[in-house]
């Protein structure tokens, strides 16, 4: 299994960036996907996850300014960052469990002042 994320960048304080993470080498839709974060110096620390019936859990320090999404179809995860912050610079990590945890290898969210 793969978790693939894609959409990081560089960007402003006050904008916004949307990443994308798509699973491929499984049957698998996974029951819970979600991302987390790691900025530098700092523990992973988790961010969103949603399950597969929808049910959604934010960290509190991104609530009303992230929205996680998912499509079950294509096997992916979505999260839509508004409002961006220095704080929020970190590399972004997509997660899935599917019987077991799997993790992306990230791609780096860089929010200059």
């Known amino acids: 299994v793969q978790l693939q994320a894609s959409g990081g960048g560089l960007v402003q304080a006050g904008e916004s960036l949307r990443l994308s993470c798509a699973a491929s080498g499984t049957s698998r839709s996974g029951s819970v996907m979600g991302w987390y974060r790691q900025a530098p110096g700092k523990q992973r620390e988790f961010v969103a996850t949603?399950?597969?019936?929808?049910?959604?859990n934010y960290a509190e320090s991104v609530k009303g300014r992230f929205t996680i999404s998912r499509d079950r179809l294509k096997k992916s995860v979505y999260l839509e960052m508004n409002s961006l912050k220095p704080v929020d610079t970190a590399v972004y990590y997509c997660?899935?469990?599917?019987?077991?945890?799997?993790w992306g290898e990230g791609t780096q969210v860089t929010v200059s002042s």
């Open positions: 949603i399950t597969g019936g929808g049910f959604i």
């Open positions: 997660y899935m469990f599917a019987a077991r945890e799997y």
